[in-house]
């Protein structure tokens, strides 16, 4: 492939991403394109500064080493008008404990999550997989071999996080090991997420 030069490289990237539609790892635009990793993250990186300080209706996101062409959020409200979207459905507080412990301990088991949250999370578990937020990662080499649960490129999308190393710091854990999750001291600050009450299907 003959030589490209910075601009033809930044829009071989655009379309790449944009034919995708979906988080496309960096290794797989560094085989296409013949680069070092290093040259696609500035390039990547320049791209995304562009997005941003141009105000476009486009923003790239990055998730771990994955990058994404969204639209911009400040366009949510006309996009939903243009193609009668729904507004996603909100994060229930059982769905926040729920992922916040799996944000925070994966990769790790329903058990677990049963014990800190001390109710049947079995349905909770069932809704993030649906939506995509989490997703199961193998089985705990123990009797009985549990499913092993993380969360998805989705998650840190829908959560704003470009890496899991940007979760804030651990909320608190109140008495008996009970997780405290929601009002001025909750763990994300999300557009489409919410307190909502009990998720059906729960017992206290």
């Known amino acids: 492939m003959a030589a490209m030069d910075l601009h033809e ?37 320049k791209l995304e500064d562009h ?3 141009e105000r476009r209706g486009v923003r790239l996101v990055r998730m771990n080493d994955a990058y994404q062409l969204c639209s911009s959020p400040d366009y949510a409200d006309v996009i939903r008008k243009a193609f009668e979207i729904r507004k996603s459905a909100k994060l229930s507080q059982p769905a926040l404990e729920v992922i916040t412990i799996i944000a925070y301990y994966e990769p790790t088991t329903r058990a677990f999550i049963d014990q800190v949250r001390g109710v049947d999370s079995s349905y909770t578990i069932g809704l993030l997989l649906e939506r995509g937020l989490i997703e199961e990662c193998g089985r705990l080499q123990v009797p009985g071999r549990p499913h092993l649960y993380q969360t998805t490129k989705e998650f840190l999308r829908v959560f704003h996080l470009k890496s899991r190393d940007e979760l804030p710091e651990m909320p608190g854990l109140e ?8 009002g001025e001291s909750g763990l994300f600050d999300i557009p489409d997420a919410a307190k909502d009450g009990s998720e059906p299907g729960e017992t206290d």
């Open 9 to 45: 490289l930044e829009s071989a990237i655009e379309a790449i991403l944009f034919a995708s539609g979906e988080p496309v790892d960096i290794e797989r635009i560094c085989v296409a394109l013949e680069l070092d990793k290093e040259t696609a993250e500035q390039i990547l990186r």
């Open 51 to 53: 997005y941003s300080y």
């Open 175 to 182: 008495a008996e090991g009970q997780l405290r999750i929601g």
